[in-house]
Nanobody, 124 residues
Framework: QVQLVESGGGLVQAGGSLRLSCAAS????????MGWFRQAPGKEREFVAA????????YYADSVKGRFTISRDNAKNTVYLQMNSLKPEDTAVYYC?????????????????WGQGTQVTVSS
């Protein structure tokens, strides 16, 4: 079992930046893909970005492409989401997830392990 703890959320003005972190513990972190998802009030949880075990394969949702960057440091058991040029529509609870394969890392149901989430609020 893997425990995931997100941090780095907060309140930021439109156009600003935040960096989210997700620290993993419990077993070998580097074998699996990691993903970030988000859920806005009244909406379903949606895919944001994913990265395979080596960092060689990365996917982004179209809505964040060019603004967000996902990365991972396997030595630190941590995955990051750098969010730039934030918009009010990026407001959501952001969740990290672990356990998918490189082939399925864009699919939410492929992730068995989830963090508790961190709130990101972007004011206009």
């Amino acid at each position: 079992q893997v425990q995931l703890v997100e941090s780095g959320g907060g309140l930021v003005q439109a156009g600003g930046s935040l960096r989210l972190s997700c620290a993993a513990s419990g077993r070998t972190f580097s074998w699996y893909a990691m993903g970030w998802f988000r859920q806005a009030p009244g909406k379903e949880r949606e895919f944001v970005a994913a990265i395979d075990w080596s960092g060689a394969r990365i996917y982004y949702a179209d809505s964040v492409k060019g603004r967000f960057t996902i990365s991972r440091d396997n030595a630190k058991n941590t995955v990051y989401l750098q969010m730039n040029s934030l918009k009010p529509e990026d407001t959501a609870v952001y969740y990290c997830a672990e356990g998918a394969t490189a082939q399925t890392m864009g699919v939410m149901t492929s992730y068995p392990n989830w963090g508790q989430g961190t709130q990101v609020t972007v004011s206009s």
